[in-house]
C-alpha cells in the first residue's frame, strides 16, 4: 500500500511503564474506546518498498540565554521558562568577562535545561488529536516509503510521566532489520523524528507533539538508563564519591537528571562538550539533604 493510502481503520492505544490501558478505533471522524488484546495492533499502515517548543517528553526544550553575568542569565533564563532554579538543569557554556572599559567584553550564556513543565497544558480536543495523530502517520509513511523500508507504524498516546507533562503520540515503527533506522546512539531515529514532526508541525500548522520510535527501542532505552541511574546513584553513595557516566546525548542525559531529581542523597550535573558531554552523580552529605 502506498504512503498516500489511507489505512482501514484507526485506533488508539494507551500505554504507561507496566501495561497498556485504553484502546480506541476510529472511523471516519468518530473516535469510540474500548479494550482490546494487547498484542493487537491499533492504527497499521504497511510501506512496501519500492522504496517555546517542546522536547518530545512534553517538557519545554532547553534554551540557551545571555547575561552579563551566568547568575544575571540564569535569573533571565528562569523568568522566561515560568520555572524556578530548582526546576531545571543549569549548564554555564560561557563564563562570560567584564573587558577593559567595555573592550573585549563578553557576555555569559548559560543553558537551562527544564525537569518540569511550568504550567497544566491546556486540553486539546478529540477531533485536534485524531488530526495530529493521522497527519503524523501520514508524513512517516511517506519518508519511510521514500526510504524503501518495509515496516508498520502502530501509533498510539503515550501516559503523560506527571499531570503537568503532555503525553505525546508515539509512532512505533515495526519490522525486519530496521536497525538502519535506528544508527549510531539512536542518530539516525533522532533525525527521522525531527522530519516527522517539522513536516507534521507544518501541516498542521502547529506544534505536532509526537515521538517517532523503532520497536520501542525508546521505550526500553529510557528503562535502561533509568536502571542505570539508580545502579550508580547507589554506587556513589557507597564510595563517597563522584560517578561519571559514559557521553550521551542530550535526551538521554535529560532521562538521568529527571530520574535522580527527586533523591535527596544525590545530585547530578552535566560536564563536557559537544558528543563528550557526560553526567556526574554527586553524593551529597548528610548536612546537605
Same mark, same amino acid.
Do not use: C, F, W
Given at each position: 500500500m502506498g504512503a498516500s493510502a489511507s489505512p482501514a481503520s484507526w485506533g488508539f492505544r494507551r500505554q504507561n511503564r507496566t501495561r497498556r490501558v485504553d484502546r480506541g478505533?476510529?472511523?471516519?471522524?468518530?473516535v469510540e474506546d474500548r479494550r482490546g488484546s494487547r498484542d493487537q495492533p491499533v492504527s497499521r499502515l504497511l510501506t512496501k518498498g519500492r522504496g517555546h517548543t517542546m522536547s518530545e517528553n512534553g517538557l519545554p526544550q532547553a534554551i540557551d540565554v545571555t547575561g552579563s553575568t551566568p547568575e544575571e542569565a540564569i535569573e533571565k533564563g528562569l523568568s522566561q521558562l515560568g520555572l524556578t532554579r530548582n526546576d531545571v538543569i543549569?549548564?554555564?557554556?560561557?563564563?562570560?568577562?567584564g573587558g577593559l572599559a567595555g573592550i573585549g567584553a563578553r557576555e555569559a550564556v548559560v543553558r537551562l535545561i527544564?525537569? %518540569?513543565?511550568? /504550567?497544566p497544558a491546556p486540553a486539546e480536543s478529540e477531533e485536534d488529536t485524531a *488530526?495530529?495523530?493521522?497527519?503524523?502517520?501520514?508524513?512517516?509513511?511517506?519518508?519511510?516509503?521514500?526510504?524503501?523500508?518495509?515496516?508498520?507504524?502502530?501509533?498510539?498516546?503515550a501516559e503523560p510521566a506527571s499531570p503537568e507533562e503532555i503525553a505525546p503520540w508515539v509512532l512505533d515503527?515495526?519490522?525486519?532489520?530496521?536497525?538502519?533506522?535506528?544508527?549510531?546512539?539512536g542518530e539516525t531515529l533522532s533525525a527521522l523524528q525531527y522530519l516527522t514532526r517539522l513536516i507534521t508541525s507544518r501541516r498542521l500548522e502547529r506544534r505536532a507533539n509526537i515521538v517517532v520510535d523503532v520497536e520501542g527501542y525508546k521505550s526500553r532505552r529510557e528503562v535502561?538508563?533509568?536502571?542505570?541511574?539508580?545502579?550508580?546513584?547507589?554506587e556513589a553513595r557507597r564510595r563517597g564519591r563522584t560517578v561519571t557516566l559514559?557521553?550521551?546525548?542530550?535526551?538521554?542525559? %535529560?532521562?538521568? /537528571?529527571?530520574?535522580?531529581?527527586?533523591?535527596?542523597?544525590?545530585?547530578? *550535573?552535566s560536564v563536557g562538550e559537544g558528543e563528550h558531554r557526560r553526567v556526574t552523580i554527586i553524593p551529597l552529605r548528610r548536612s546537605e539533604h
Open positions: 478505533e476510529e472511523t471516519g471522524s468518530k543549569v549548564e554555564i557554556i560561557e563564563e562570560g568577562r527544564p525537569l %518540569r513543565a511550568p /504550567h *488530526e495530529e495523530a493521522e497527519v503524523a502517520h501520514e508524513v512517516l509513511a511517506d519518508l519511510l516509503e521514500r526510504m524503501r523500508v518495509e515496516a508498520t507504524i502502530y501509533v498510539y498516546r515503527i515495526q519490522g525486519p532489520d530496521l536497525g538502519i533506522l535506528i544508527g549510531r546512539r535502561s538508563l533509568r536502571r542505570l541511574a539508580q545502579q550508580m546513584a547507589a559514559e557521553p550521551m546525548p542530550p535526551n538521554e542525559r %535529560r532521562i538521568i /537528571h529527571i530520574a535522580l531529581r527527586d533523591d535527596e542523597t544525590v545530585t547530578t *550535573e
